[in-house]
């Protein structure tokens, strides 16, 4: 099956700073990609449809300018969380739908202080 | 809101035994996929099983879907304690509340 991977796989920071969270399709292309967080013990919510060459798609609720996504290849799309807070500590998960059959990357776990 | 919704929330079993969760959904489907996850980690992709098909088979994992009740079901049979985990329905990116399941050795 399809491979994607999520780097990092757990990020520490302070409250104000910015993270990054880049998602890769390893050994295919991806004009699309998702975003996903999951609170603890709840299932996962989709944040925003990421799309290659062009701007997101954000779910109702989702505040674009507080996570920046950015889809500039067809083998990255990258999550930035901007000005952190701690409550958007969180698990975000990304995930590509090669042929309507979602591969999903492990998973980053934020915590932020 | 969530399209899917697991039933039960829990279940705790024997090792041995079958387990059986149930998934509804309000929305007409393409296809339903079922996940695992262990806790704390990454999902699990089981069985995809398209509007089309009524039933599917992966190994001990048999999928339902009955389309006029907007519902399908997950069936593990003779459980391992390997099983523990969360599983989850989802549909069009929309996804249940999952069903915990615990196998007790």
């Known amino acids: 099956g399809a491979v994607v991977s999520q780097h990092p796989s757990r990020v520490i920071c302070k409250s104000g700073t910015s993270v990054k969270i880049e998602c890769r399709s390893l050994?295919?292309?991806?004009?699309?990609m998702f975003w996903y967080r999951q609170f603890p013990k709840q299932s996962l919510m989709l944040m925003a449809t990421?799309?290659?060459?062009?701007?997101?798609?954000?779910e109702q609720g989702v505040e674009k300018d507080k996570f920046l996504i950015n889809h500039a290849s067809l083998t990255l799309s990258t999550l930035t969380v901007t000005s952190a807070h701690p409550e958007d500590s969180s698990f975000y998960i990304c995930?590509?739908?090669?042929?309507?059959?979602?591969?999903f990357g492990p998973g980053t776990r934020l915590t932020v202080l | 809101s969530q399209q899917g919704e697991e039933d039960p929330q829990a279940l705790s079993i024997q090792e041995g035994e079958n387990a059986t969760m149930n998934c509804s959904y309000k929305t007409s489907i393409n296809n339903l996929q079922w996940y695992r996850q262990n806790s704390g980690r990454g999902l699990v992709h089981l069985i995809l099983?398209?509007?089309n098909e009524r039933e599917k088979h992966s190994g001990r994992l048999r999928v339902t879907l009955d389309t006029s009740k907007k519902s399908s079901s997950l069936l593990i049979t003779a459980s391992r304690a390997a099983d523990t985990a969360s599983y989850f329905c989802a549909s069009s990116y929309v996804w249940g509340a999952g069903t915990k399941l615990i196998i007790k050795p």
């Open positions: 995930s590509a739908a090669p042929d309507n059959e979602q591969f």
């Open positions: 990421s799309n290659e060459g062009s701007k997101a798609t954000y």
């Open positions: 050994d295919f292309q991806a004009t699309t």
């Open positions: 099983i398209r509007s």
